[in-house]
């Protein structure tokens, strides 16, 4: 059983920056962030593969959002910049015991989920 904790949600006006992070109980292999707005389904947003060797993006945070990982501190964070009124969510991390590219790990189903940390960007 492998606990997730999310942190550094908060409220950032449009254009300013958040980075959360996904602390783990123990070690993890591929992690991804998604992300549920009011009414929406839940949707992908970001992968980093066991090593951090790969990342993947949603089209909607690439080139703003940037995922890395630390393993020595089983925590995976999420960079966000240039953060828009359409970011608002309920972030999640999840993980998935696979050494698949990220880009794979993106597409599976995960093993495990964070309880989310709300992020509200403010126009």
């Known amino acids: 059983q492998v606990q997730l904790v999310e942190s550094g949600g908060g409220l950032v006006q449009a254009g300013g920056s958040l980075r959360l992070s996904c602390e783990a109980s123990g070690r993890t292999l591929g992690t991804c962030w998604f992300r549920q707005a009011p009414g929406n389904e839940r949707e992908f947003v970001s992968a980093i593969n066991w090593s951090g060797s790969s990342t993947y993006y949603a089209d909607s945070v690439k080139g703003r959002f940037t995922i890395s990982r630390d393993n020595a501190k089983n925590t995976v964070y999420l960079q966000m910049n240039s953060l828009k009124p359409e970011d608002t969510a309920v972030y999640y991390c999840?993980?998935?015991?696979?050494?698949?590219?990220?880009?794979?790990?993106?597409?599976?189903?995960?093993?495990?989920w964070g309880q989310g940390t709300q992020v509200t960007v403010s126009s």
């Open positions: 999840a993980v998935t015991f696979s050494r698949a590219p990220a880009q794979a790990v993106g597409g599976m189903k995960p093993d495990y």
